[in-house]
């Protein structure tokens, strides 16, 4: 098992407001780890309110739990290539917008510039998805995503089969154990799993 101390790994938040709270327990374990953990986010994450929360309250609270200001734009996280570089990128949740302009070399989030830093660098970044379309017209992104070099997937599966067929989403508790195969350049295994129902 790779131990997490000293590691200073990025942590993107997109979008998916719905699933935040399977989200930050598992920033939290990652600093009880002894990791140094670096929060960025989105636009979408900095500029919308949901019935799940206010963005602003959303960026407070992992700021206050990893102790570092929110990366919030493309300027702030360019740096995280050459200057300040990760040992690993997180990202969780991913949206499927976030996900197809990864997949596409698209660079217009501070989270996608982040990862985009940290493949640069060849270092492992991680993705945790939640979204609507995975086996939807999101499929050929994912499929990109999961054969290309350095990209490693937290475990993932459908949410809801009957009621929501093209969407998957990933098993949370999953991550601490992904990102320490990532930075020993594995997937961990199996990556299709059953419901989280």
């Known amino acids: 098992m790779t ?6 790994i990025g942590f ?3 979008g998916s407001h719905c699933t935040y709270e399977a989200v930050f327990p598992q920033i939290e374990s990652l600093v009880k780890e002894g990791a140094e953990v670096r929060p960025v986010v989105s636009y979408t994450v900095q500029n919308t309110n949901t019935r799940f929360g206010e963005g602003a309250d959303w960026i407070e609270r992992i700021e206050k739990l990893t102790g570092f200001q929110a990366i919030d734009s493309i300027v702030k ?3 995280l290539g050459p200057k300040l570089p990760l040992d690993c990128m997180v990202i969780a949740p991913l949206t499927g917008n976030s996900m197809a302009k990864f997949a596409n070399a698209l660079t217009d989030s501070p989270v996608l510039m982040a990862a985009k830093a940290t493949i640069r660098n060849h270092r ?5 998805i939640s979204t609507n379309d995975a086996l ?3 499929g050929t992104n994912l499929m990109r995503l999961m054969s ?4 490693f997937f937290i475990p993932f599966g459908q949410d809801d089969p009957f009621k929501k067929p ?4 990933a098993h949370m508790d999953l991550l601490t154990k992904t990102v320490e195969e990532a930075l020993q350049h594995r997937q961990i295994q199996p990556i299709l799993i059953g419901s989280n129902e």
């Not at 131990?3 to 200073?8: A, F, P, Q, S």
């Not at 290309?148 to 990209?151: A, L, P, Y």
């Open 3 to 8: 131990t997490l101390k000293g590691k200073r």
């Open 12 to 14: 993107g938040l997109t």
């Open 77 to 79: 996280a360019e740096p």
């Open 124 to 128: 492992p970044v991680v993705l945790g």
């Open 136 to 138: 939807g017209l999101n």
């Open 148 to 151: 290309t070099k350095n990209i």
């Open 166 to 169: 093209t969407s998957m989403v």
